[in-house]
Structure formats: structure tokens, C-alpha cells
């Protein structure tokens, strides 16, 4: 029975966002981007068990796929994944009806990353398959 479906977000690290964008608009034409360059939405929320997190970001909502290009500001969990991975994709999420629970359950360890409202309930988490399948899968907590 298949638990997953299209790919609907990918999540790629990258260096410099400029540079990225340079080439997703110069040579892929895609030009409607929304940016942040400071997460406020996350300064309060539990990031592996410590307050906030920052980085920039441009997200591309595009009719198949989301595409978000994240550039690591500070010391964090993406910078880290830089440092030991270069740019690249960092998470994949899937079209499913599976539940975060679930989905955590099924990679048999704790999430890679995960957020949460201060009162400690999961917002989004990326399930550990780096070793077995080469992906983080992002899921919301839907359940």
C-alpha cells in the first residue's frame, strides 16, 4: 500500500540566496518569489528542543511544486547541514495522508529537525531516512 504521493515542497540549502535566485530567475524564468530575510514566525517556537531559529528564505509556490531556497544566517541545524553536506536539497515533502506521528514512528528515529509551539506540540518535523533512503521527509502534524 503506497503511503506517499506527488512531491508537493522542496526544501534546498544553499549558500547565498542571490545567486540561487539568479539562476532559478535568469534561467529557469521563474520570477515570483516571496522572501524573508528574518524568520520572526520562529523565534518562539521549540527548534529541537531550544528557542528560534533563523535564516533567510524564498519560497516559490508554483502550481505542481513549492520550492523554498534557504540561506542559513546564524549558527543552526541548516547551517550545519551546509557545512557537512554543501548546497543541495535538505527535505522532501510529500503528498500523503499520513499522520506526523505515523510518519515519525516509521523512520524509527527521533525527527532530524522539528518545531514546535512552546507548549511543546510538534508544528513540522523532518523524519530521519538521510541513511537508508537519502531524504528527510518534512510532514505537518496533521493528527
Same mark, same amino acid.
Given at each position: 500500500?503506497?503511503?506517499?504521493?506527488?512531491? +508537493? @515542497?522542496? /526544501?534546498?540549502? %544553499?549558500?547565498?540566496?542571490?545567486?540561487?535566485? =539568479? &539562476?532559478?530567475?535568469?534561467?529557469f524564468g521563474i520570477t515570483d518569489w516571496e522572501m524573508a530575510d528574518k524568520m520572526d514566525f520562529?523565534?518562539?517556537?521549540?527548534?529541537?528542543?531550544?528557542?528560534?531559529?533563523?535564516?533567510?528564505?524564498? +519560497? @516559490?509556490? /508554483?502550481?505542481? %511544486?513549492?520550492?523554498?531556497?534557504?540561506?542559513? =544566517? &546564524?549558527?543552526?541545524?541548516?547551517?550545519?547541514?551546509l557545512e557537512e553536506h554543501g548546497p543541495g536539497i535538505h527535505h522532501v515533502k510529500f503528498a500523503?495522508?499520513?499522520?506526523?506521528?505515523?510518519?515519525?514512528?516509521?523512520?524509527?528515529?527521533?525527527?532530524?529537525?522539528?518545531?514546535?509551539?512552546?507548549?511543546?506540540?510538534?508544528?513540522?518535523?523532518?523524519?530521519?531516512?538521510?541513511?537508508?533512503?537519502?531524504?528527510?521527509?518534512?510532514?505537518?502534524?496533521?493528527?
Amino acid at each position: 500500500m503506497k503511503k506517499i504521493g506527488a512531491v +508537493i @515542497h522542496l /526544501g534546498i540549502v %544553499v549558500p547565498s540566496l542571490e545567486k540561487a535566485l =539568479t &539562476v532559478y530567475r535568469d534561467k529557469f524564468g521563474i520570477t515570483d518569489w516571496e522572501m524573508a530575510d528574518k524568520m520572526d514566525f520562529f523565534s518562539d517556537k521549540l527548534v529541537n528542543g531550544e528557542i528560534g531559529i533563523d535564516f533567510r528564505n524564498a +519560497i @516559490h509556490r /508554483g502550481e505542481d %511544486v513549492e520550492i523554498e531556497l534557504i540561506e542559513p =544566517t &546564524v549558527d543552526s541545524i541548516f547551517k550545519t547541514w551546509l557545512e557537512e553536506h554543501g548546497p543541495g536539497i535538505h527535505h522532501v515533502k510529500f503528498a500523503t495522508e499520513m499522520g506526523y506521528s505515523e510518519l515519525m514512528e516509521i523512520s524509527g528515529k527521533a525527527p532530524y529537525l522539528e518545531i514546535a509551539w512552546p507548549d511543546k506540540k510538534a508544528i513540522v518535523g523532518y523524519a530521519d531516512f538521510l541513511e537508508d533512503a537519502g531524504v528527510l521527509i518534512e510532514l505537518s502534524n496533521n493528527d
